[in-house]
Nanobody
Framework: QVQLVESGGGLVQAGGSLRLSCAAS????????MGWFRQAPGQEREFVAA????????YYADSVKGRFTGSRDNAKNTVYLQMNSLKPEDTAVYYC?????????????????WGQGTQVTVSS
């Protein structure tokens, strides 16, 4: 089991940027594919982005493609989500999650370990 702690959320104006971090402890993140999900009030949690264990492959939801960039530093046991050109509809609690290597990363049920989430609010 790996413990995950997100940080970097906050309030930003539309068009602004934030960088989320997800720091892991307990096990090396190099053993996991990592995902980012978000949940807006009254909505289901949805896939945002994912990055394979090596960092060589990334995946994005259509709604964030071209604006969000996932990265990781396995030496620091940390993954990141750079969010640019933020829109009010990006407002949500953002979660990072860890999945065993090789699973389908867009499926929430494939992730075993989750952080507590960090709030992102984008004002218009």
């Amino acid at each position: 089991q790996v413990q995950l702690v997100e940080s970097g959320g906050g309030l930003v104006q539309a068009g602004g940027s934030l960088r989320l971090s997800c720091a892991a402890s307990g096990r090396s993140l190099s053993s996991y594919d990592m995902g980012w999900f978000r949940q807006a009030p009254g909505q289901e949690r949805e896939f945002v982005a994912a990055i394979r264990w090596s960092g060589s492959t990334t995946y994005y939801a259509d709604s964030v493609k071209g604006r969000f960039t996932g990265s990781r530093d396995n030496a620091k046991n940390t993954v990141y989500l750079q969010m640019n050109s933020l829109k009010p509809e990006d407002t949500a609690v953002y979660y990072c999650a860890a999945a065993p290597v090789g699973r389908v990363v867009v499926i929430e049920a494939n992730y075993n370990d989750w952080g507590q989430g960090t709030q992102v609010t984008v004002s218009s």
